[in-house]
Nanobody, 118 residues
Framework: QVQLVESGGGLVQAGGSLRLECAASRSTFSIGTMGWYRQAPGKQRDLVATMTTGGSTNYAGSVKGRFTISRDNAKNTVYLQMNSLKPEDTAVYSC????????????WGQGTQVTVSS
């Protein structure tokens, strides 16, 4: 099993910034793509951004130019810098990692609340 521990959520005013961090435990596993998804109340969970070990990124259109994903492969940690936050960014943000132990599997963090007030 891989445990993902998130930090950095909270309450911020519109136009503000937050930085999320997610660290993956179990260094014996090979960590592949890492990223962030979010789920607003009453809505499905959606992609925010992902990053491969090689540095390729994928962003949701709604966050391009405002959010930046980065990672430290040596620490198996992924970050999400969120700038120019909008009330519609309010959601529970969950960390994601694809990892290989004896097979590839998807792992999720417990989620961290991000609330943007208008």
């Amino acid at each position: 099993q891989v445990q993902l521990v998130e930090s950095g959520g909270g309450l911020v005013q519109a136009g503000g910034s937050l930085r999320l961090e997610c660290a993956a435990s179990r260094s014996t596993f090979s960590i592949g793509t890492m990223g962030w998804y979010r789920q607003a109340p009453g809505k499905q969970r959606d992609l925010v951004a992902t990053m491969t070990t090689g540095g390729s990124t994928n962003y949701a259109g709604s966050v391009k130019g405002r959010f930046t994903i980065s990672r430290d492969n040596a620490k198996n940690t992924v970050y999400l810098q969120m700038n120019s936050l909008k009330p519609e960014d309010t959601a529970v943000y969950s960390c994601y990692a694809r990892a290989y132990g004896t097979y590839w599997a998807d792992y999720w963090g417990q989620g961290t609340q991000v609330t943007v007030s208008s």
